[in-house]
């Protein structure tokens, strides 16, 4: 089993993430391919990914959350909208890094929560 940590540096990263830099930001399924992420999805073998993808999101929330006082998930975002929406990005870039399919949601996320602060 692949260990996981989150490093903030992603929280205070540029507003996209390039495979090379997502190899720089995380632990864990830093080797990972989007298409790994869709063929493990398909056989019902993708329990490690999802737990890490759940861990990554609800990571950078928590520390948004410290910055800023609110966080990036809200009670809409549970987990299979997260899977769903790396299924999507992973289905479109399958050469791309599974954590990079994480950290456009996060990013996402991050923007969708900043717009909802203004309003």
């Not at 861990?55 to 928590?62: L, R, T």
């Not at 456009?104 to 969708?112: F, M, P």
Request: aromatic letters at 8%; hydrophobic letters at 45%; a neutral charge.
């Amino acid at each position: 089993m692949k260990r996981v940590a989150l490093v903030p540096l992603l929280m205070a990263g540029a507003m996209t993430l390039t495979s090379a830099q997502a190899d720089n930001v995380v632990v864990g399924f830093q080797q990972t391919s989007c298409g790994q992420w869709t063929q493990a999805r398909a056989s019902h073998q993708s329990a490690e990914m999802e737990f890490w993808a759940m861990g990554f999101v609800s990571g950078a929330s928590f520390v948004r959350q410290l910055e800023v006082g609110t966080g990036v998930l809200d009670s809409a975002t549970d987990a299979q909208a997260i899977y769903s929406r790396i299924d999507n990005y992973c289905r479109s870039k399958p050469l791309e890094l599974f954590p990079s399919a994480a950290a456009s949601l996060v990013i996402e996320l991050r923007a969708r929560a900043r717009a909802l602060q203004r309003d």
